[in-house]
C-alpha cells in the first residue's frame, strides 16, 4: 500500500522556519521525483519545489527561492522541505508529491501557518 506522510507543520511567527518532512513507503521512493505542492485557501495549488530521484537536481517557485530548501534522504523514503524567513503568504496546506512516467502519489498535507 502506498502511502505518503507529511509531518512537521504548525503555527509558526513571521521570520520563523519549520522543517516539513514526507514519509514514504509502498513504492521505490528512488526511482521517483518528489515534490511540495501547497494550497491556501480559495488559491489554486501551487508547485513549491521539485527534487530529482537523486537528489541531483532541485527547482523553486519564484517566491520560494532563497527561503525554502527540499532535500531527500533514499536511505530513509524520506523528503523534507526546510522553510526559513516564513511569511504570512506562506500559509498554506503543505502536500508531497510522488512521480514517475504517469505513476503519481499524494499525501494528506499538513497545515502551515505563518502569524504573529
Known amino acids: 500500500q502506498v502511502q505518503l506522510v507529511e509531518s512537521g507543520g504548525g503555527l509558526v511567527q513571521p521570520g520563523g522556519s519549520l522543517r516539513l518532512s514526507c514519509a514514504a513507503s509502498?513504492?521505490?521512493?528512488?526511482?521517483?521525483?518528489m515534490r511540495w505542492y501547497r494550497q491556501a485557501p480559495g488559491k489554486e495549488r501551487e508547485l513549491v519545489a521539485s527534487i530529482g530521484s537523486t537528489g541531483g537536481s532541485t527547482n523553486y517557485a519564484d517566491s520560494v527561492k532563497g527561503r525554502f530548501t527540499i532535500s531527500r534522504d533514499n536511505a530513509k523514503n524520506t523528503v523534507y522541505l526546510q522553510m526559513n524567513s516564513l511569511k504570512p503568504e506562506d500559509t498554506a496546506v503543505y502536500h508531497c508529491n510522488a512521480i514517475r512516467g504517469w505513476r503519481e502519489y499524494w499525501g494528506q498535507g499538513t497545515q502551515v501557518t505563518v502569524s504573529s
Open positions: 509502498g513504492f521505490t521512493f528512488s526511482y521517483y521525483v
